[in-house]
Structures are given as C-alpha cells and as structure tokens.
C-alpha cells in the first residue's frame, strides 16, 4: 500500500508538470467516456430495462403471418385462438387481447381513453398481481360483466388517488362499470393503456375465421426448456394444420413468434445498437489518441526511467506506476465524461422520439444515470486504462538501466520503434475516422432521400382532428346516425373563417391506424385465399382536402349515398398490383363472400399515398364513401388559408355542437405528422453525426501531436538539410509528405473497413447504396483536407526553423 501511495503521489505531480498534455488527455476521455456512457444510459433504459415480470424473456407474442401475400405480421381470428389455446404444447398458457377504447365521462371533461380487453389468464401469464383489489375472474369475462381495472396513472391522475375507489362505478361510452383494481405503477402493457375489461371469446368467436375479423393479440408463456426457435417451429406446424382445414382463408398461413421485450421496443432497437456501436469508435480513436501521446512521452522520460532502474526498481514496480498513471488519468476523464453524461441524457430526452406514430417505440420521460450505467462507466474507466496504459507501460518497464542510458541519444532503436508504433496508431485512429465519417455520410444522404420523399399528399395548410364515436350513441346497425354526424360537423367547419375545405376518412395517414379488407373481383379466377387492401373510407372531397391527385375517373359526389350504386377508387398500387395493364374503371369489386355478395364499381384512380411513412412503400388502398359504408373512429381533415392552429378551437368547438360529450383525443396540422415520420431518422443522423464530427477532431489532433513530436524529434535533420541548401518549402512539402502518407494509409484500410461494415448495416440506409462513390469520396475529402491543415501548421513550423538554432539543438 505504501508503494501504491507513492505511486499515485508521483502520478499526481507528473500530471500537474505537464499541464498541456493533462488537460489534452482528460479532455479526450471526458468526451469518449461520456458519451459511451450517455448512450448507454438510453440503451439501458429502452433495450436492458428489465420489465415487471417475471421470467419476461418467456413471454411471447404470437401473431400471424402470410409470407406469399407479403404480411409479416398481423393479429390472428377468434377460431385460430381457440385452436391454439387447445393444442399448444410449447406454451403454459396463451390469451388474448384487442385494444379497446372508450369515452370517459363523469370524471372532468369527457376525454377518449385507452383500453384493453383481455382474457382473465392475461394478467396471470404475465405474472403481476393487482396493487389494490383484483383483477378479472373467469365467469366475470363469460358473463359480461362489465367491470374494470385501472392503470395507477389514471387512478392518481383523473381519479386523484382515491383509496376507496374499488367497488365505485366510473362511466365508459355511458355504461357504468365498477373499478375492481388498480395496477401497480410499473405495470403499463401494453404501453400507455389506462384500464383493462374483461374479455371472452363468444361461441360464434372462437370458431371464426374469417380474414376480416382478424383483431386478436396473443401473447404466451413458454414451457421451461422450451426455446423460442422450437417454439415458432411448432407453432407454425400447428398453424398449418389450421391452415389446412381453412384453406379458403389460411392458406399460407403460419406464426410469428416475436420477444414481448423486441415487440416494445420494436423499430428503435436497430438505431441504437448502431449508435452504440458508433461511439464505441469514438472510444477507441480516443485510447488510440492517448497512446500516442503516453508514447511520445515515455519516449522522452527515458533518462528517469534509467535513474531508477540503476537504484533497483523491478520492472513490476515500473508496470505499476506506469498503470497507476493511466488510471488516474482515466479517472479524471471519467468522472467529467458522468457528468457530461448526466448533461447529455437530458438532451437526447429532449430529442428521444417520444409520440411518434407509425413506429413502436416505447416512451422515454426520463435516462437515468443508474447503479447499472456508473458500473458501465466505471468498467469503461478501468477498460480504457489497460488500453491506452499498458503499450507505453510494457515498452517503458521493459527498459533496462544501461539500455536506457545508451538510448538517451535520438535515433536509437528503441526510439525508432517507438515512432513507428506513433505513425501505425495515427494510421489506425484515421481509418476509424472515415468509417464514422463514411457512416454518418450515409445517414444523411438517406435523411435526404426519406426527407425529399413523395408522401402522396400535401401536408402544408392542412389541420387534421381525431374522434372515436362510441357504439352505445352510434351503433353499428344505425349507420345514419353516424352520417348524420359528419355531415353536420363537416357544413359547420367549411363555414369557418380561413377554412378553404373539410373532409373526413377513417384512417389517417401518418398515425398509425389501419386495417385492410377481403375482396375478389368479378370475373377473375377465385384464389385461395382473398387479396386485401387497406380499408379506406373518406367522404366527397377528401382528396382534393389532402392534395392527393385524382389520375382517372371521378371522385365520389354527395350522390353517392345508401340506396345508390355503391362505388369505390383504388390508388395507383392497387391497380397496378390487381389490374395490371388493364383500365380498372368499370371492374367490379365483391367484399362480401359467397352469401352475401357485396359489390362495388371503381369509378377512379388516385394517386399513391405512403400512408406509413416516407420510408414504407404505398400500400394497395381501397377508398369508400363513407356515405356508404360507416366507421367508428374518424378524422377530420380541414384545409385552411394560412396556419392551420388557428382554426383548431373552431373545428373542436363545430364537432361539440354536434356531440357534446365526443372528445376530440388527438388534434394536429398534418405538417407536424409529416415531421414526426421523419424524427427517428433525423435523431439518429445527428447524434451519427455529432460522433463522426468528434472522431474527426480526435484524428485531427492525433496527427498534429504525431507531426508536432517528429517535428521536434527530427530538428537536428531539419538544420543539416537547410544547411546542405534545402528550402524552406522542401522541409515543409517533406512533412506534409510523411504526414499525408500516414493518412492515405489509414483511408485504404479505413475504407475497406467502412465497405464491410456498411454493408452489415445496410438496413439503417434509405435510397442510397453502403458503396455510394459520391458519399465516400466526400468522406474521404473531407478527411484528408482535415488531415492536411493538421499536418501543415507544424510543417510550416519546421520550414521557419533557423538552421543554425536546428544544428546547435540537442
């Protein structure tokens, strides 16, 4: 201990003797290990979390899924439930849910709340019991029985904690239901539902298959020894016998089971691991940095090194202090990167992209700098010291006394070897370089592509409001009073100051609703198995409101109402995909089955919308009037003269005079959506390229210190080549050379390597190639022009030198 206070005591004077070099060192390490443990911090959060269950990685979604009609993933049938739950060998036990939401009144301002049905074993597989009361009971979900649990959130929130809630009614879509519980307040699956119904599968249910009741969400706990590969095995066995016997609406058919934890943080996962890795690199061309610079000056201390080898200290002991130097450095540099981190995860918070449609990320309110994370940067502290510490170490406690005595003089061979170590490290720290710099080039040329993408509609101008009309005042079996509804709200709304049109559709671009539906098209030979579209019900006007382009035919008219033809407009996908090169015009559509036959005539043609983002390709969309056919949950759409937030309490206060108690749950110009569909791809470009940026500046001041040090270490040359008639701009051209060559080395090795990896990573890029020619020579550009300011002050330094100074140097 005694020898180890000595050390750090020295260690600590050494430090204060070369401030420059301290405060070039820490400075680094502050930025590397802080950032490594920023993003950490946010992977930890969304990716390492564990969740409120227990045993979460057997918990399994179980969906759907039809590889030959392109359906990766969807919701199952009540019949393929029931076959399911039956026969399953690889689960304990599976249930079902579908999202349920409903109009909360009685309790404030009526407001649209997020449900869920489940089935009673739901809360059992998932293995958390109530915070108060209970939750559902079998003959609770056989009955009907129209109670409820409630999220804490809602309980503390709309409720204000009330302790003797359980047993009072609360009013959902004008039906009293009493609370039965309160969830914990870790409990939210699936993200941000605010109460739980009771669900059960009815006789007619469990036996149906048909493609368009397809609303069941599975979830199930594996068997002990059961993985999750022999698990999606068997279960798409099971789903092809299913198959089998319901071929005229499962063939093809087969299971994708998927990890509850990848289902929530589904589309973010791939980013973050990217980031992860990129900073990664920052770290090493970090250490790399500051290897070269502990090399640089082990190679000057050699004459202290030889004064206390020759008074007996063993090579063990120079090891030791040697390390204990690097650590202390490291642990100075990670304690300012944790509390630059602290600063950082309140940035990216701000940038996290919380809310965003279309994607399935799991909100992020707060990044911890934990237990687990200052672990993390305390192991990257100790990680970073071995690396940067133990090269200059070995080499400098493997010096014997007389060796280091014969070596004091320049040129020697241990110097010699030392400096070629120095030019292979700035060789390795620019090759680093240009796989950021080349990584972050990709992601901008792709933020480019997906930001210059053709949404299919205008989104400038336009005010978009979304209401869910609850089945209790707007039965399905009374469609007119639905009709009635938007036809009213819609006059009210055009009349409004600014407003130039309204409309209203069922799904709208951009949030994230959807559904498809069955059809078959007369005269064509019958499939298997039905094609479907996405389901698209709008009203007279609706595309000319959005901007998107009528290519042919007409667009529905207020004629087009219950009692005349019942008519539909395909998009250009649809025709394309279904018709081919024939006119789609006239063809007509059958969306009923064998029974009860359904027709409807295309009467026009529109344009592509991508209505899941700029880049996710145009679905097949088959539009209907809403005169025709109805819909629950709605959105209105208003094109206005100038900013459309100006008319957003207007069109709020034209759809409560047609429905007091209708809440309006979300209400935003569509540029916003268009905006937010972009967000996980900017995000993800900036911090790429903050990184590359950082990498960038590293490198650079890797090659200074290396040319600087050569430099000083070749001055006595520098004055005998400008003794011998050498001109100041052959010495200053020669150091650019032996600088530049360094880099040109590390741009070859640098670009393979970016080819590689690039190329691993090619689902991250959009509209551009891992190879782009445009994308590296810019990198590369960009690098060397960096490479060449670094090498070029210290060569101009060189050039100035008096050769009679350089000659007397020693």
């Not at 080819?755 to 550009?781: E, F, H």
Request: proline share 5%; with cysteine.
């Amino acid at each position: 201990m005694n020898g180890l206070t000595q050390d750090l005591r020295y260690a600590v004077r050494q430090l204060r003797k070369n401030p420059v070099f301290t405060v070039v060192a820490v400075g680094t390490l502050a930025l590397a290990i802080g950032a490594n443990t920023a993003i950490f911090s946010l992977v930890h959060t969304v990716l390492l979390t564990r969740l409120p269950y227990p045993q979460v990685d057997r918990l399994m979604m179980i969906w759907g899924r039809n590889q030959s009609r392109g359906d990766n993933q969807f919701p199952i049938t009540g019949g393929e439930f029931t076959e399911w739950k039956q026969k399953t060998d690889v689960f304990e036990d599976i249930a079902a849910s579908y999202d349920d939401e409903a109009t909360l009144t009685g309790a404030g301002e009526p407001r649209l709340v997020l449900g869920y049905a489940f089935t009673p074993n739901y809360f059992h597989i998932l293995g958390v019991a109530p915070e108060m009361g209970r939750t559902f009971t079998e003959e609770e979900a056989r009955s009907g029985t129209d109670v409820v649990v409630l999220s804490d959130k809602i309980w503390r929130t709309t409720f204000h904690g009330d302790p003797e809630i359980l047993g009072k009614p609360i009013t959902l879509d004008a039906k009293a239901y009493t609370v039965v519980g309160v969830m914990p307040p870790d409990f939210g699956y699936p993200p941000r539902t605010e109460l739980w119904k009771p669900m059960e599968l009815t006789a007619t249910a469990s036996v149906d298959f048909a493609i368009e009741h397809r609303f069941i969400r599975a979830i199930g706990r594996l068997k002990p020894g059961v993985s999750m590969e022999e698990a999606q095995v068997r279960m798409n066995a099971l789903e092809r016998q299913v198959a089998a016997q319901h071929p005229e609406t499962d063939a093809g058919n087969e299971t994708w089971v998927e990890p509850v934890l990848h289902q929530l943080s589904g589309d973010i996962r791939a980013p973050l691991l990217a980031l992860l890795g990129a900073v990664g690199f920052v770290l090493i061309i970090a250490c790399v940095n500051i290897v070269s610079l502990l090399l640089a000056r082990a190679a000057n201390r050699r004459a202290e090194i030889s004064l206390r080898v020759a008074i007996g200290a063993s090579r063990l002991r120079l090891l030791q202090q040697f390390l204990i130097e690097s650590l202390l450095l490291s642990c100075l540099g990670g304690g300012l990167g944790v509390m630059l981190a602290l600063w950082c995860t309140r940035f990216l918070v701000t940038i996290f992209p919380n809310g965003v449609a279309n994607v399935s990320i799991p909100r992020v309110e707060s990044i911890p700098i934990d237990g687990p994370v200052l672990w993390f940067a305390l192991g990257v502290m100790v990680l970073t010291a071995l690396l940067f510490g133990l090269a200059p170490a070995l080499q400098s406690s493997g010096t014997g006394g007389r060796e280091a005595l014969r070596e004091s003089t320049r040129g020697s061979t241990s110097t010699l070897r030392s400096a070629q170590v120095r030019r292979i490290l700035v060789s390795t720290e620019v090759g680093l370089s240009l796989v950021l710099m080349a990584a972050a080039g990709l992601m901008l040329e792709s933020f480019r592509h997906v930001y210059q993408e053709d949404l299919g509609f205008h989104p400038d101008n336009v005010l978009a409001l979304e209401v869910f009309l609850p089945g209790n005042r707007y039965p399905g079996d009374q469609p007119q009073k639905q009709r009635s509804f938007i036809e009213n709200a819609l006059n009210r709304m055009t009349k409004l100051p600014g407003v130039r049109s309204a409309a209203a559709t069922n799904y709208l671009p951009l949030t994230g609703f959807w559904g498809t539906a069955a059809f078959s098209i007369a005269g064509h030979s019958m499939r298997s198995v039905k094609p479907q579209a996405d389901n698209r019900l709008v009203t007279p006007g609706y595309f000319s409101t959005m901007g998107i382009s009528l290519l042919r035919g007409r667009d529905f008219t207020e004629l087009d109402r219950v009692g005349s033809e019942q008519v539909a407009v395909v998009n250009s996908t649809f025709a394309r995909r279904y018709f081919g090169d024939q006119d789609p015009l006239g063809k007509i559509l059958d969306l009923g089955d064998t029974a009860h036959p359904q027709h409807w005539r295309v009467v026009g043609v529109v344009s592509d919308v991508k209505a899941f983002g700029p880049e996710q390709i145009a679905h097949a969309d088959l539009y209907r009037s809403l005169g025709q056919a109805s819909f629950p949950l709605l959105a209105f759409v208003l094109r206005t003269e100038g900013n459309p937030t100006v008319s957003l309490k207007p069109a709020e206060h034209a759809i409560w005079d047609g429905d007091k108690d209708l809440p309006v749950f979300d209400a935003m110009p569509m540029e916003t959506l268009a905006s937010q569909s972009v967000t996980l791809r900017r995000t993800s470009t900036i911090l790429v390229a903050s990184f590359a940026t950082l990498a960038l500046i590293l490198a650079a001041v890797g090659l200074y210190g290396m040319m600087a040090y050569t430099v000083v270490q070749r001055t006595r040359e520098m004055g005998i080549r400008r003794a011998l008639g050498a001109k100041p701009g052959d010495v200053q051209r020669l150091v650019v050379q032996n600088g530049m060559k360094l880099v040109l080395i590390g741009e070859v090795v640098g670009l393979a390597a970016t080819l590689a990896l690039m190329r691993l990573a090619s689902g991250l890029l959009y509209g551009t190639s891992p190879s782009d020619p445009r994308t590296l020579a810019a990198a590369i550009g960009l690098l060397s022009l960096v490479a060449f300011v670094a090498a070029y002050i210290p060569a101009t330094r060189a050039a100035k030198m008096d050769p009679m100074q350089a000659l007397r140097y020693e």
